[in-house]
């Protein structure tokens, strides 16, 4: 089983960068892709950034790319996402998510129904 539990949230003026982490625990994910989602008030949960096992694959939803980097220590268990030229449009609560589905290969998803484990989720605020 693993647990993940993100860190780094906050709040930030517009055009402020914040650094958020996903730490693993319980087993090792370097064989899971990670995948990081968001939710606003009152909107259903979005995709934000993916990456494969290795790291040698990213994909971003086009809200984000330019701005946000997802990239992951498998030796350190842990995931991040850094988050630039942020937007009062990127405040929610961002989730860091874990698929084993693909295993060690190049493959990864947008898809939440992919992931089946989550974290708790930490809150970035970015005011206008």
């Known amino acids: 089983q693993v647990q993940l539990a993100e860190s780094g949230g906050g709040l930030v003026q517009a055009g402020g960068s914040l650094r958020l982490s996903c730490a693993a625990s319980?087993?090792?994910?370097?064989?899971?892709?990670m995948a990081w989602f968001r939710q606003a008030p009152g909107k259903e949960r979005e995709f934000v950034a993916a990456?494969?096992?290795?790291?040698?694959?990213?994909y971003y939803a086009d809200s984000v790319k330019g701005r946000f980097t997802i990239s992951r220590d498998n030796d350190k268990n842990t995931v991040y996402l850094q988050l630039n030229s942020l937007n009062p449009e990127d405040t929610g609560v961002y989730y860091c998510?874990?698929?084993?589905?693909?295993?060690?290969?190049?493959?990864?998803?947008?898809?939440?129904?992919?992931?089946?484990?989550w974290g708790q989720g930490t809150q970035v605020t970015a005011s206008s």
């Open positions: 998510s874990a698929s084993s589905s693909f295993g060690a290969s190049w493959f990864l998803s947008v898809e939440i129904a992919e992931y089946a484990y």
């Open positions: 319980g087993r090792s994910i370097s064989s899971y892709a």
């Open positions: 990456i494969n096992w290795s790291g040698d694959n990213t």
